[in-house]
C-alpha cells in the first residue's frame, strides 16, 4: 500500500514536471515525500540501501507520469488549459494546509518566520509579473560555438535543477530567462535525437543538471538541519507567489463549471492525501 503511495505522488510528480507552470517540487511537498526524497539524493550511496523501495515506486511513477505528459497529458493540457490548471491549482491550495502544519515546533505552537515568508513571496510574485511583461526571448536552436556556449548549456543544467528541487521556482521561467527555454525543451521531448545528433550538448546539459540536483538538495537539507521553520516559511511564501500562473483566465461558460468541479475534486484528493501522510509522519513522532 505504501508504495502504491509512493507510486502515485511520483505519477503527479512527473506530470508537474512537463505542464507548464506548475512545480514538481510543490506536488512533492504537498504530497509528503520532498524531504524524504532530499535525504535520498544528499547522500544516496547510503539511504539508497535502506529506502531503496521508495525511489523504486517513486521513480517508477515519475516516469511513467512524465510518459503520459508528453504524450496524453500535453494533448489534453492544450484542448482544456483552464481545466487543466485548475486540477493543479486544487492540488496546491488542498496541500497548504499540511505545510503550514510542518511549521509546529516540539511544543505543538507554530514558528512563523514572517520575514523568510515575505521575503520568498515577494520573489515568488515578481517572477510572476516578469514573467507575464514577456521581456525575455527563447532561443529556438543553440549551436555550441566554444567554452562560453559550453558554460551556457551548463547553466541551463543547473537552472533546470533549481527549478525542479527548490519549490515555487519555475525552471520554464529562469530558462526563459537565459534564452534557453526552447533547447532544453525539446532536448527533454525528444531525447533520442538530440543523443544522436548533439551527444555533447545533451551530456554537458546532464551534468549541469545532476551536479545542480546534487548541490541544492545538499544545501536545502542544512537549512531543513539548521531551522526547519525558516524552511517552511519560506517554501510557503515561494508557493503562495508562484500559484498566480497557474490561476486560469476563467470565462463564464460551460468550461468554467467543469473547472469549478475539478477544483474542489483535486483539492479535496490532495488534502485528505496530505494529511493523511501528515498524520502518519506524527504517528511515528
Known amino acids: 500500500m505504501k508504495n502504491i503511495k509512493n507510486f502515485i505522488a511520483g505519477l503527479f510528480i512527473g506530470v508537474a514536471l512537463i505542464i507548464p507552470g506548475v512545480i514538481g517540487g510543490v506536488i512533492a511537498i504537498i504530497l509528503g515525500v520532498y ?18 523501495k521508495f525511489f523504486a515506486s517513486l521513480i517508477f511513477g515519475l516516469l511513467v507520469g512524465i510518459y503520459l505528459s508528453s ?8 484542448k482544456y488549459e483552464v481545466i487543466t490548471k485548475s486540477v493543479f491549482l486544487g492540488l496546491i491550495i488542498g496541500g497548504i494546509p499540511f505545510i503550514v502544519k510542518k ?11 514572517i520575514y523568510g515568508f515575505l521575503g520568498a513571496l515577494g520573489i515568488g510574485i515578481g517572477l510572476y509579473f516578469l514573467h507575464q511583461a514577456n521581456i525575455f526571448q527563447s532561443n529556438e536552436t543553440f549551436t555550441n560555438k566554444g567554452l562560453l556556449d559550453t558554460g551556457m ?31 532544453v525543451i ?13 551527444f555533447f550538448n545533451v ?8 551536479f545542480g540536483i546534487v548541490l541544492l538538495s545538499k544545501i536545502i537539507l542544512k537549512l531543513f538541519n539548521k531551522d526547519l521553520a525558516l524552511s517552511y516559511s519560506i517554501i510557503l511564501g ?9 490561476i486560469p ?15 474542489i475534486t483535486s483539492f479535496a484528493i490532495s488534502y485528505l492525501f496530505s494529511n493523511y501522510k501528515n498524520a502518519k509522519i506524527d504517528s511515528v513522532i
Not at 551530456?203 to 545532476?210: E, H, K, Q, R, W
Open 103 to 113: 511549521l509546529k515546533n516540539k511544543q505543538r505552537k507554530y514558528d512563523f518566520n
Open 186 to 198: 525539446n532536448i527533454i521531448a525528444h531525447p533520442a535525437t538530440y543523443l544522436t545528433h548533439e
Open 35 to 52: 524531504e524524504k526524497l532530499i535525504h535520498l539524493i544528499s547522500d544516496f550511496k547510503h539511504q539508497i540501501k535502506s529506502d531503496w
Open 203 to 210: 551530456a554537458v546539459f546532464t551534468f549541469g543538471f545532476i
Open 153 to 183: 548549456l551548463l547553466l541551463a543544467g543547473f537552472t533546470y535543477a533549481l527549478g525542479k528541487i527548490v519549490p515555487g521556482i519555475s525552471s520554464s521561467f529562469m530558462l526563459m530567462a537565459i534564452g534557453m527555454y526552447s533547447y
Open 238 to 246: 515561494f508557493i503562495m507567489g508562484s500559484t498566480l500562473i497557474l
Open 249 to 263: 483566465n476563467y470565462q463564464l461558460n460551460n468550461e468554467l463549471f467543469l473547472s469549478i468541479l475539478f477544483f
Open 71 to 78: 504524450n496524453v497529458i500535453a494533448e489534453v493540457y492544450i
